[in-house]
Nanobody, 116 residues
């Protein structure tokens, strides 16, 4: 079991920046951020592996940066040039391979609202 606690959400004007943090109870091979806007399905924002390989949704490339601390237990999402369409609940994710399959663990989510 992995416990994930997110922080850093809030209200920001278009063009502004926010930094999300996710503290995990242990390290996982893959960690990432997903988001869910009202009335929409949860979607990938960015992922990072234990070797620091990253993957981004096309909609956030060049604006968002995902990173992990040295121990790999905390993952960050630096969000710059925020747009109203970035408004969503952002969820931290950790994936672990156990026995013969991947298991996903989720944080409770943090609200990001981009509005003037």
């Amino acid at each position: 079991q992995v416990q994930l606690v997110e922080s850093g959400g809030g209200l920001v004007q278009p063009g502004g920046s926010l930094r999300l943090s996710c503290a995990a109870s242990g390290s996982s091979p893959v960690m990432g951020w997903y988001r869910q806007a009202p009335g929409k399905q949860r979607e990938l924002v960015a992922t990072i592996t234990s070797s620091r390989n990253t993957n981004y949704a096309d909609s956030v490339k060049g604006r968002f940066t995902i990173s992990r601390d040295g121990a790999g237990n905390t993952v960050y999402l630096q969000m710059n040039d925020l747009k109203p369409e970035d408004t969503a609940v952002y969820h931290c994710n950790a994936r672990r391979w156990i026995v013969s399959r991947w298991y996903d663990y989720w944080g409770q989510g943090t609200q990001v609202t981009v509005s003037s």
